[in-house]
């Protein structure tokens, strides 16, 4: 466009006529004004067409990108709408289904003798029960979520035994583990079995997962466990109590009061959880606390399974006396903590000790955690009645 003026005729092409030298002048500079005006006037008409042009295409490009930005707004808050959440869904008898709930043994199993430590994981296609009267079709373990609590010595080998009894593959990861998990993490056809040893070498609290494809599902269906991995005599201060944690998260596509709810990976994607549990059952240890004397040292062995939301550790009324963060028990502890986050594929080992009897209540500071379930009591001496928090 800037070069239009010097393509177009020229005003030197106009040769001067006529009698008077002078206005031949004043014609020619007549001309060259007439023709500049022209040009300036083609130059003009062209530079608004062009931006009117540009305008538009720029009006237009606007347009679609905001048609675009409102499809996209629109179908996902479409999508966040359609995340209803189940928290708190109870029926009217809730009170005594959770009275008679069988809570999930928190004591820290026994070791075994010997240099091989044998355990037997069955998976299988279960529904449990999440919180009172809500049930939820897992893919879990043959005794529901979390699995079995596995307890070793650091140095023994672990001999791991996995069938799989559900209806599509399976695996098992154990964070313990100094493994190729290509070879040893690999998935398990339904109807099969596959053992592989691994030698328990760091000691700590550490998460087992099944690993198969998407992880996510798997987990959040409740495929996850919790491995003690006791350290060598001396290290840990000796405790009256040991108790082992396993917080986690469910994301349903029902409320699970009339028929089993199932998984739902918008809502998992979303980390909207509807329940949030330790040991997989709704404030379980509410209704059915966990015991210490006056005094006595309270080991808690805590892993977040997630699958995605930290879990906050604290215990209401005291403080944390000794806190091994990721159960990195070759570290010394920190002391007199509050709170301690366990992340998402961690654990931590806790020790406290209460001197006046009470109710404590332990739970994810994080509180929409405990409004969904993680939370349970210490009670501490013989106190009556129950509380929650
Ligand atoms: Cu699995
Ligand atoms: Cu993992």
Known sequence: MSSAPYTSPHPWTAEPEGPSPLFAVASLLLG???VALAFVAVFMWFDA?????DAGRAADRATSAAAAHASHATSTSASIGALT?????APSNAEQLALAHKPFPAQLPALQAGQVASYDL???DVTLQIAPGVEYSSWAWAGGAPGPVIHVRQGQTVKITLTNKGAIPHSVDFHSARIA????FKDVNPGESFSYSFKANDPGVYMYHCGTKPVLAHIANGMYGAIVVEPKAGVLPRADRNYVLVASEWYLGSNGLESAAAFNMTKAHARQPDWMTFNGYAGQYVT???VAKPGETVRFWVVDAGPSIDTDFHIVGTILNRAWVDGGLNSPPIKNVQTVAVPAGGGGVFDVRIDHPGLYPFVSHAFAAVDQGQVGLLKVGNVEGTMSH
Request: proline share 9%; aromatic share 8%; no cysteine.
């Open 122 to 124: 069955v998976l299988k």
């Open 288 to 290: 059915h606390p966990l």
């Open 32 to 34: 060259v004004l007439v």
């Open 181 to 184: 998990p290509n070879v040893y």
């Open 85 to 89: 959440s189940y928290a708190g869904a």
């Open 49 to 53: 067409h062009q931006a009117r042009d």
